[in-house]
T-cell receptor, first 115, second 112 residues
Framework: DADVTQTPRNRITKTGKRIMLECSQT?????MYWYRQDPGLGLRLIYY???????NKGEISDGYSVSRQAQAKFSLSLESAIPNQTALYFC??????????????FGPGTRLLVL | KQEVTQIPAALSVPEGENLVLNCSFT??????LQWFRQDPGKGLTSLLL?????REQTSGRLNASLDKSSGRSTLYIAASQPGDSATYLC???????????FGQGTRLTINP
């Protein structure tokens, strides 16, 4: 079984709709992240959480919100979807860095199309 | 603000060749640098992580080097195989920062 799972894997929605992307992990990591990937722009951080009571904005948080329901679950919501939120969304997890080691483990991604 | 650049955006080489992928970053005060592989329809897989104090890391046919003073890292792939075809991304964590900054990636195609 995959260590980091994302649901749904693909989603088509209409402008103005509220949608939620979910992420679950079995790695026991405290840190979780949401990224979006756009062609030619690499991955950009939306939100991150270092534990259940810690939520932080990334570089492109406008239009998004998150919820850390438990150590293993981190959800991303688009309150009112717009077409430029069409992208590939990734969830990732990591342990706190020790001696420079901090590998992030990624889910398979959710492909979102906003019409 | 840390910026990470990968050139070229795409590379196509015949099977068996050795090749080098490049990554450059603007702020040399880094904590670590990672190379990831991304296959179509899948997430990212970490290949190598180089700590700030290290010059290189090796895993099988892969060797990653780090030169902080020039703001560069390279990923060397020896004896390339069609299965190496993927997009390769580098990501930098700057000292004092809590997030990774990714390059745009290099899409590599190995032709049989």
């Amino acid at each position: 079984d995959a260590d980091v799972t994302q649901t749904p894997r693909n989603r088509i929605t209409k402008t103005g709709k509220r949608i939620m992307l979910e992420c679950s992990q079995t790695k026991g990591h405290d840190r979780m992240y949401w990224y979006r990937q756009d062609p030619g722009l690499g991955l950009r951080l939306i939100y991150y959480s270092f534990d259940v009571k810690d939520i932080n904005k990334g570089e492109i948080s406008d239009g998004y919100s998150v919820s850390r329901q438990a150590q293993a679950k981190f959800s991303l919501s688009l309150e009112s979807a717009i077409p430029n939120q069409t992208a590939l969304y990734f969830c990732a997890t990591s342990d706190p860095p020790t001696s420079g080691q901090e590998t992030q483990y990624f889910g398979p991604g959710t492909r979102l199309l906003v019409l | 603000k840390q910026e990470v650049t990968q050139i070229p955006a795409a590379l196509s080489v015949p099977e068996g060749e050795n090749l080098v992928l490049n990554c450059s970053f603007t702020d040399s005060a880094i904590y670590n640098l990672q190379w990831f592989r991304q296959d179509p329809g899948k997430g990212l897989t970490s290949l190598l992580l180089i700590q700030s104090s290290q010059r290189e890391q090796t895993s099988g046919r892969l060797n990653a080097s780090l030169d902080k003073s020039s703001g560069r890292s390279t990923l060397y792939i020896a004896a390339s195989q069609p299965g190496d075809s993927a997009t390769y991304l580098c990501a930098v964590r700057t000292q004092g920062a809590q997030k990774l900054v990714f390059g745009q990636g290099t899409r590599l195609t190995i032709n049989p």
